[in-house]
């Protein structure tokens, strides 16, 4: 009798264990469950243009306004997809790749294989739903101007995003892709304050003849109320959901305004 309580015992124990263990292992996938549909998602749009002009010379995004950007809104348990036109590696500017341009986040983005092999495996612009994300972020560079300033995919994406009340945002050459972004008929950027690469900052590039629309001109043409910082220097601007940066520097920024928005 002795030995067949002491057996019963052993079983009981045993099954009480396996219990908590599956109890724990449920608790663990609800969690992980819970933590991934409450994870903010946002697409990051690049342009899959690498001509500067007839200049003979390549362009496409700039790394920093990509970057920094990314790993802002990532550090922070952003979940982020990346698109472009054409999918795959979109082309990156090599003067952003010069070490004079180097930033910590550009560093940093130079031993991060794991990125680097996501950057090379973009998905197609097309096939971008705006529902299945809570915010779309525009890096600049001059590439975009070429291709994604005329997208249709583009465009309707943007206006999707805006009209179902989503944050949309870009920095230094990016605004430029707003220009043609039209909602119940009207520009996007009618009446409202935006920001972006400046003519004189385009002027000191060298490349006031080289792209096809000066940015801050198209901007106001279309009726934006464009302001601007000193040349070089950090400077966003906010106009409910719609977020822009002047340049290079404005990219953390632009992140930092973003994830506050995604955050409310």
Not at 22 to 45: A, G, L, P, R
Not at 103 to 121: H, M, P, V
């Amino acid at each position: 009798m002795k030995n067949i309580a002491i057996a019963l015992l052993l079983v009981m124990t045993i099954s009480c264990k396996e219990k908590e263990d599956t109890t724990e292992t449920v608790t663990q996938n609800e969690e992980e469950t819970t933590k991934k549909e409450t994870m903010k998602k946002v697409v990051f749009v690049l342009t899959s243009h690498d001509e500067l002009g007839s200049t003979g010379e390549k362009t496409g995004f700039w790394i920093e306004e990509f970057a920094a950007p990314y790993y802002e809104l990532a550090d922070k348990g952003v979940e982020i997809t990346i698109a472009s036109p054409a999918g795959g590696q979109p082309p990156i500017d090599p003067k952003s790749a010069d070490p004079s341009s180097a930033t910590e986040d550009t560093k940093r983005f130079d031993n991060d294989k794991t990125l680097q092999e996501k950057l090379a495996n973009t998905v197609k612009l097309a096939t971008i739903n705006q529902a299945d994300y809570d915010a779309v972020f525009y890096p600049g560079g001059h590439g975009p101007l070429w291709d994604l300033a005329s997208s249709e995919d583009s465009k309707s994406l943007i206006a999707s995003f805006y009209t179902n009340n989503k944050p949309v945002a870009f920095v230094c050459h990016a605004p430029g892709v707003l220009k043609d972004v039209k909602v119940n008929g009207e520009f996007l950027v009618k009446g409202k304050k935006v920001t972006g690469f400046t003519n004189t900052e385009e002027e000191a590039v060298g490349l006031t003849k080289v792209v096809p629309f000066l940015l801050e001109d198209a901007l106001q043409a279309n009726g934006a109320i464009y302001s601007k910082g000193e040349n070089w220097a950090p400077y966003a601007v906010e106009d409910g959901v719609l977020i822009t940066g002047q340049n290079p520097a404005s990219s953390k920024l632009v992140a930092q305004k973003l994830l506050e928005q995604l955050n409310k």
